[in-house]
């Protein structure tokens, strides 16, 4: 090898990155020890940025395209070295490439229930998850912010940074909301966009940002969920007396077809069909009830559930009030027919005195003072 070859095997001409990972966001050009000739070539493919950092301090922050590396397109590094016009030597400098497209698919969840007031079922606990992505908009931010001197760096190692701001801001979302707990599966959407929004702030000081954030499951302790389920059942069995009827049957059913019962189950199923006899008894042909006997008085319906309004004021939401709350603040001047409500199962916002439960709160008048 002559003098010559070696020479030129010691400088770098051609400076390029490739990544075959799918969780890269920053990678430093190894260039161990040699140094990048002038003119060398410097490639950026669409979805990077290559960031030069000389003797520590951050240099020019290249864009997507073929670069010849000398002074009219390395303005900071010319100015960091004093170098003039006629510069031609080789010169080291550390090369940072950082990936510019979306990480996505990232998880997120709430470790611990966040407590919440629901205008329903009043305080609740409510847990959510998701996903969301990410993505660099600022390579020298991300580079003296985050990265530092590491040369290979990845999501997972500020994954972990995003999800506890992400859970902040969710909790302070979902609590602040007003939405009922029933309701949010239907807002999940918007509630998103909110979320990643004000994430978004936080991460732009990382030079980050957040171009989507989803909210894939808002869900109620255990307990709660079985409560609400029976709720449901409830008013699925309609008759509670001919679904007692059936449950019984089904049960003697089960009871008759499990031989490991023996005599217990025989017993049991005997006086399950006793007590269903005597029940037939006492009613008349086709489960009629004789005539001698009253019919048992129906059981009164539950009482209607009292609406609540979300009241909209200066950019705010006030809220819930009830109706009656309502009067007195219609009486007192605090709210007028021009006043925009909201109650859950409303289509959006309307002005009081388009909604007919609120609309005669502004029709009664006094009748006139005596001697008038």
């Given at each position: 090898?002559?003098?010559?070859?070696?020479?030129?095997?010691?400088f770098i001409d051609v400076i390029h990155?490739?990544?075959?990972?799918?969780?890269?966001?920053?990678?430093?050009?190894?260039?161990?020890?040699?140094?990048?000739?002038?003119?060398?070539?410097?490639?950026?493919?669409?979805?990077?940025?290559?960031?030069?950092?000389?003797?520590?301090?951050?240099?020019?922050?290249?864009?997507?395209?073929?670069?010849?590396?000398?002074?009219?397109?390395?303005?900071?590094?010319?100015?960091?070295?004093?170098?003039?016009?006629?510069?031609?030597?080789?010169?080291?400098?550390?090369?940072?490439?950082?990936?510019?497209?979306?990480?996505?698919?990232?998880?997120?969840?709430?470790?611990?229930?966040?407590?919440?007031?629901?205008?329903?079922?009043?305080?609740?606990?409510?847990?959510?998850?998701?996903?969301?992505?990410?993505?660099?908009?600022?390579?020298?931010?991300?580079?003296?912010?985050?990265?530092?001197?590491?040369?290979?760096?990845?999501?997972?190692?500020?994954?972990?940074?995003?999800?506890?701001?992400?859970?902040?801001?969710?909790?302070?979302?979902?609590?602040?909301?007003?939405?009922?707990?029933?309701?949010?599966?239907a807002n999940t959407g918007d509630l998103?966009?909110?979320?990643?929004?004000?994430?978004?702030?936080?991460?732009?000081?990382?030079?980050?940002?957040?171009?989507?954030?989803?909210?894939?499951?808002?869900?109620?302790?255990?307990?709660?969920?079985?409560?609400?389920?029976?709720?449901?059942?409830?008013?699925?069995?309609?008759?509670?007396?001919?679904?007692?009827?059936?449950?019984?049957?089904?049960?003697?059913?089960?009871?008759?077809?499990?031989?490991?019962?023996?005599?217990?189950?025989?017993?049991?199923?005997?006086?399950?069909?006793?007590?269903?006899?005597?029940?037939?008894?006492?009613?008349?042909?086709?489960?009629?009830?004789?005539?001698?006997?009253?019919?048992?008085?129906?059981?009164?319906?539950?009482?209607?559930?009292?609406?609540?309004w979300h009241v909209a004021e200066n950019?705010?939401?006030?809220?819930?009030?009830?109706?009656?709350?309502?009067?007195?603040?219609?009486?007192?001047?605090?709210?007028?027919?021009?006043?925009?409500?909201?109650?859950?199962?409303?289509?959006?916002?309307?002005?009081?005195?388009?909604?007919?439960?609120?609309?005669?709160?502004?029709?009664?008048?006094?009748?006139?003072?005596?001697?008038?």
């Amino acid at each position: 090898m002559g003098i010559f070859d070696f020479l030129s095997g010691q400088f770098i001409d051609v400076i390029h990155w490739t990544d075959d990972t799918r969780d890269t966001m920053v990678w430093r050009f190894e260039r161990e020890g040699h140094e990048i000739k002038y003119g060398a070539k410097l490639t950026v493919r669409e979805g990077q940025a290559a960031v030069f950092v000389h003797e520590g301090q951050l240099a020019d922050v290249f864009t997507p395209g073929l670069y010849m590396l000398e002074t009219n397109n390395m303005p900071i590094m010319t100015s960091l070295q004093h170098w003039d016009h006629g510069f031609k030597s080789p010169f080291k400098s550390e090369v940072y490439f950082v990936n510019t497209t979306r990480f996505n698919d990232l998880k997120w969840g709430t470790k611990n229930p966040i407590m919440a007031r629901d205008p329903e079922f009043g305080p609740v606990r409510l847990r959510a998850f998701g996903t969301y992505s990410i993505r660099v908009t600022d390579p020298a931010k991300f580079l003296v912010e985050i990265v530092g001197t590491d040369g290979e760096f990845t999501r997972d190692e500020i994954s972990y940074q995003i999800r506890n701001i992400i859970v902040q801001e969710v909790s302070r979302v979902l609590a602040g909301s007003g939405i009922p707990v029933l309701d949010m599966a239907a807002n999940t959407g918007d509630l998103g966009k909110l979320v990643a929004s004000e994430v978004s702030k936080t991460l732009a000081t990382y030079g980050l940002t957040m171009p989507e954030m989803y909210i894939e499951n808002i869900s109620l302790p255990p307990a709660v969920e079985q409560a609400l389920d029976k709720r449901t059942s409830m008013g699925l069995a309609g008759d509670l007396g001919k679904f007692t009827q059936y449950s019984a049957a089904e049960a003697m059913t089960a009871a008759a077809s499990n031989p490991a019962g023996g005599g217990m189950a025989a017993g049991l199923g005997a006086g399950m069909g006793m007590a269903m006899a005597n029940q037939m008894a006492n009613q008349g042909p086709w489960g009629q009830a004789p005539a001698t006997q009253q019919p048992a008085a129906a059981a009164p319906p539950p009482p209607p559930v009292e609406h609540v309004w979300h009241v909209a004021e200066n950019g705010q939401t006030k809220g819930p009030f009830s109706r009656a709350a309502l009067g007195r603040m219609a009486s007192a001047g605090e709210i007028s027919r021009e006043t925009y409500v909201w109650t859950a199962g409303q289509d959006g916002w309307m002005r009081a005195e388009d909604v007919t439960e609120l609309a005669q709160l502004f029709t009664v008048m006094p009748p006139p003072p005596p001697g008038s």
